[in-house]
């Protein structure tokens, strides 16, 4: 299993990035799929998550309203697509992929623990 994360960057605050994650060697749709960052001497954190078939999705609260997860299964592919981007959001962006049964269980898409694969990572910069 791969999955391949990119569309990082080095933007002024206000600006807008799309990342995608390419994904290979599962059956796409069989997974719920999430994006986390992990900041300089921060925990990995969760950003937003989509169920296998895209019909649910939620958000940490820092980015709601700002960032939109969505997802082609056709093409394999999640993406997060981050608008009004603030300094604070700077940080080394994962995709990572969880079993769907995941979404059935409260929250638990939330938690880094539960997904089994990630993806390389890509930095995301907002200058100020």
């Known amino acids: 299993v791969q999955l391949q994360a990119s569309g990082g960057g080095l933007v002024q605050a206000g600006a807008f990035l799309r990342l995608s994650c390419a994904a290979s060697?599962?059956?796409?749709?069989?997974?719920?799929m999430g994006w986390f960052r992990q900041a300089p001497g921060k925990e990995r954190e969760f950003v937003a998550a989509?169920?296998?078939?895209?019909?649910?999705?939620d958000y940490a609260d820092s980015v709601k309203g700002r960032f939109t997860i969505s997802r082609d299964n056709s093409k394999n592919t999640v993406y997060l697509q981050m608008n009004s981007l603030k300094p604070e959001d700077t940080a080394v962006y994962y995709c990572?992929?969880?079993?769907?049964?995941?979404?059935?269980?409260?929250?638990?898409?939330?938690?880094?623990?539960?997904?089994?694969?990630w993806g390389q990572g890509t930095q995301v910069t907002v200058s100020s």
């Open positions: 990572a992929a969880t079993i769907s049964s995941t979404w059935l269980s409260g929250t638990s898409y939330k938690d880094p623990a539960r997904y089994r694969y």
């Open positions: 060697g599962l059956t796409f749709s069989s997974y719920a």
């Open positions: 989509i169920s296998g078939k895209g019909g649910s999705t």
